[in-house]
């Protein structure tokens, strides 16, 4: 559960690896890093996102490198975050003493973070003071694979044995004698690391305190927009500010999550790399983020899933942060995986899949864009037309789906839903701007997909939308989505039907839904998986849009609860256990806490 101000608590490491729950997230809009419980930082890739981790203890707590500062003899620890930033604080405390490790991937002076630019500084600060006590801090900086140092204006100058072109600056406020030391310090004492990767010379400016202040002080200008007052509010501020730290502030782009491999379940082969950019994920964080306040990131999502549209060519389901193709997936048989889970993957193979889904997330962009007083171009608009042209044949086909299955392709009612979007989106722009194209038809296929969704997919005997256009009754929980995109009416009495089946045939427990059941519903690949938190939060929404609000407010209420004391959230949870499963923080995850307090925020207020 989030708490800002959280008790100690002792530290675990299952497999010899921290619980996910025991990670925080700090970034700067260009990557980000993870940061333990225990004062390590086992995950950074440099300099972006979706670069080589230069430290990836996450997936290989003996071979992955990380860069630790811990006190000897820790016994129990706690996080925190600076009050709406992502500066974050760890208290650890030894047998001997306490020490606060701040930590921040610190921004210019002055930073906007509301700007399409850059804000980010290139440099890591950890700042460390001492409490009570007395400690013997042990630091150690082991990029993967090793790396070689050597002293260079007032530092170490340190180049990574995996990446020679990657050039490392590391400095200090007390003498390092190489990567690996131990500096015995007193209460008072401070000890101020700085890590740079970006331009770096002998004059170059050595002021951590002034840089973790003005990191904050850039974070808390960006949250004054935020206008959120609804249910669980510290949560829903925070998560903001965790959409923010995975979204790529120059190019407008969002990773789905900052991290890659972690396994859903622990052992399973459900390892994918997440630092891409989805346009479905894209398209929901438009929705979660305008409603709250910040409309300058909603219009940048809408710009970058435009601009890789039309960069490409042809609708892809996903991209690099800067509107490129994925890399092919590979397999890194160096890593054992986050608690020997392999394989570990670079890449992602359902890059090249067909999910008719994207022809609606396009559109729907599209059509936003243009609301918000956005202009496309005669040749956009004309590429945008011919994905309305193919949503009219391209339905009939079977896709991989919203959740991307490795198997054969089905027709799923979901992809045919979003195929009734990119129809009815394109309609509703050509007849609001009087542009060309195949206007009528489009209008009366988006009317008639609409109907053969309620009707082809609906099972009698199991009085629910089916997850496959030919019915059977076989349950998932993307259905819950349909109303969210006003493919169907949220209250019509099929949909409430299907709300009360998936309830009932996908619960995990206590709130949490799967996302299918894999004996109904093969995906291609082996073994089971966790609840996905979306999932029940677009369950809360299904509730309130049918008028069921304690119902809705009592389910929200326990899904928050499940956010980690940093008030972070996964892809998945544990139903056995609680434990945080799949790539975390889940940028997923906290659109859902945002848009299912905004949607409860709003009907409470409408009831009143």
């Known amino acids: 559960m989030y708490d800002p101000d959280p008790p100690f608590r002792p530290i675990r490491r299952p497999d010899g690896y921290l619980p996910l729950e025991d990670l925080g997230l700090i970034g700067d809009g260009t990557t980000a890093a993870l940061v333990g419980l225990d004062g390590t930082i086992p ?7 979706d670069s080589d981790p230069v430290f990836c203890a996450l997936l290989d707590h003996a071979r992955g490198g990380h860069f630790t500062v811990t006190p000897e003899n820790l016994r129990e620890a706690r996080q925190r975050y600076e009050p709406d930033t992502g500066v974050l ?9 306490l020490v606060r490790v701040t930590d921040a991937l610190v921004l210019r002076s002055g930073a906007d973070l509301s700007d399409d630019a850059p804000s980010g500084r290139g440099e890591l600060v950890r700042s460390v003071l001492v409490l009570e006590g007395r400690v013997r ?27 020679e072109r990657l050039r490392l600056h ?8 190489g990567l690996r030391s131990v500096q015995e310090l007193e209460r008072g004492d401070r000890l101020d690391l700085v890590l740079s990767w970006g331009r770096f010379h002998r004059h170059h400016r050595f002021d951590p305190d002034a840089m973790l202040h003005q990191t904050a002080d850039a974070w808390r200008r960006w949250m004054r927009s935020c206008d959120y007052a609804g249910p669980q509010e510290a949560l829903v501020r925070r998560a903001a500010i965790t959409l923010k730290l995975c979204d790529d502030w120059a190019n407008g782009s969002l990773v789905a999550a900052p991290t890659s491999s972690l396994p859903a379940p622990i052992g399973g082969v459900r390892n994918w ?5 989805w346009i479905r994920d894209a398209a929901f964080a438009v929705f979660a983020l305008r409603r709250i306040g910040f409309g300058g990131e909603a219009d940048a999502f809408l710009g970058w899933v435009l601009d890789a549209f039309e960069r490409s060519r042809r609708p892809r389901i996903m991209y690099t942060l800067d509107g490129d193709r994925v890399p092919e997936e590979t397999e890194d048989a160096g890593l054992e995986g986050y608690r020997g889970s392999a394989p570990v993957r670079w890449g992602n193979g359902a890059a090249d899949q067909r999910q008719h889904d994207v022809y609606g997330e396009i559109l729907d962009c599209a059509d936003q864009w243009l609301r918000r007083g956005g202009e496309i171009q005669p040749a956009m608009w004309a590429s945008l037309a011919g994905l309305a042209d193919a949503a009219v044949h391209s339905w009939r086909r079977p896709d991989q789906g919203l959740w991307e299955i490795r198997g054969e392709g089905r027709p799923f009612t979901y992809s045919v839903g979003l195929c009734q979007v990119a129809l009815d989106r394109a309609a509703q722009i050509a007849e609001r701007y009087g542009l060309p194209g195949n206007v009528g038809q489009w209008r009366r296929e ?5 109907e053969l969704i309620l009707e082809r997919s609906w099972d009698e005997d199991a009085q629910t939308l ?39 045939r996908l619960s995990a427990g206590d709130g949490l839904l799967y996302r299918y059941l894999h004996d109904d519903h093969p995906d291609g690949l082996p073994g089971s998986e966790g609840a996905f938190v979306l999932c029940s939060f677009w369950m809360v929404d299904n509730l309130t ?45 906290h659109i859902g806490t945002i848009a299912s307090g905004v949607n409860l925020e709003r009907a409470r207020g409408a009831s009143r």
């Open 137 to 163: 801090l042990r630091v150690e900086v082991e990029p993967r694979g090793g790396a070689q140092a050597h002293h260079l204006y007032s530092g170490l100058e340190v180049r990574p044995a995996r990446n």
């Open 466 to 504: 089916s997850v496959y256009m030919d019915g059977g009754g076989v349950l998932d929980a993307s259905l819950l989505n349909l109303p969210l995109r006003q493919v169907v009416p949220v209250d019509h009495p099929r949909m409430v039907a299907t709300t009360r089946a998936v309830a009932e």
């Open 89 to 97: 604080h760890t208290e650890l405390r030894s047998d001997t003493g």
């Open 545 to 589: 849009g049918q008028g069921r609000l304690d119902e809705a407010e009592e389910l929200y209420a326990s899904l928050c609860s499940r956010a980690s004391p940093l008030g972070l959230l996964s892809e998945q949870i544990d139903p056995t256990t609680g434990a945080f499963m799949g790539n975390a923080p889940q940028a997923f995850s």
């Open 170 to 177: 590391l400095r200090s406020n007390r003498p390092l004698d």
């Open 446 to 450: 988006a009317g008639r997909l609409r």
């Open 43 to 49: 995950w950074m890739c440099l300099p972006r996102f």
């Open 273 to 277: 790399d997440y630092r891409y950019a």
